[in-house]
T-cell receptor, first 111, second 115 residues
Framework: KQEVTQIPAALSVPEGENLVLNCSFT??????LQWFRQDPGKGLTSLLL?????REQTSGRLNASLDKSSGRSTLYIAASQPGDSATYLC??????????FGSGTQLTVLP | DAGVIQSPRHEVTEMGQEVTLRCKPI?????LFWYRQTMMRGLELLIY????????DSGMPEDRFSAKMPNASFSTLKIQPSEPRDSAVYFC?????????????FGEGSWLTVV
């Protein structure tokens, strides 16, 4: 059974810092990996999708990497802003197309 | 596109009542997922449909929960009878197979409180 772990559980940084969120998974036989953002009281917003054949994806200030062999993904946020404050969730998509979520990293960017 | 649409957004009901949550996936998507989110257990997959057929319902907690997808544009998740421990946020999500992979899109969720 796939297990997804996210470290750290919470992170607080001053505005402008670059930061890295970590995600690890136990079964490397994945189809895709997707990073989401969730604001309090809201749904999940898709940030980046990395296919199993890819090593990274970039969107604006966000860069996500994938290392299937080691069961790891990272989400890099450059020049963080207070508006980036949210919970970031990593989800591994299995061969049957279902997602297994990590417990998330709660990010606070201080102005 | 309007995205994945869920209703109701919020519902408060008494224990023992029937609850029906509704979902309209993104047009053209052929996969639909129901998830439940709680503080204690995070996001859990309840059931997954592909082309309107239930593929994996192993996450449905017990017989009180049932889900249907009568057509490609509508799905329901029903809880009968409801219990306080069913209080959670229920998310519907959809995706489609494509050359760029299958990004999964979530609705805004249905906040259920059973008192």
């Amino acid at each position: 059974k796939q297990e997804v772990t996210q470290i750290p559980a919470a992170l607080s940084v001053p505005e402008g810092e670059n930061l890295v969120l970590n995600c690890s998974f136990t079964d490397s036989a994945i189809y895709n990996l997707q990073w989401f953002r969730q604001d309090p009281g809201k749904g999940l917003t898709s940030l980046l999708l990395i296919q199993s054949s890819q090593r990274e994806q970039t969107s604006g200030r966000l860069n996500a990497s994938l290392d299937k062999s080691s069961g790891r993904s990272t989400l890099y946020i450059a020049a963080s802003q207070p508006g980036d404050s949210a919970t970031y969730l990593c989800a591994v998509i299995g061969s049957a197309r279902q997602l297994t979520f990590g417990s998330g990293t709660q990010l606070t960017v201080l102005p | 596109d309007a995205g994945v649409i869920q209703s109701p957004r919020h519902e408060v009901t008494e224990m023992g009542q029937e609850v029906t949550l509704r979902c309209k996936p993104i047009s053209g998507h052929n996969s639909l997922f129901w998830y439940r989110q709680t503080m204690m257990r995070g996001l859990e997959l309840l059931i997954y449909f592909n082309n309107n057929v239930p593929i994996d319902d192993s996450g449905m907690p017990e017989d009180r929960f049932s889900a249907k997808m009568p057509n490609a544009s509508f799905s329901t998740l029903k809880i009968q009878p409801s219990e306080p421990r069913d209080s959670a946020v229920y998310f519907c999500a959809s995706s489609s197979e494509g050359s760029s992979g299958n990004t999964i899109y979530f609705g805004e969720g249905s906040w259920l409180t059973v008192v």
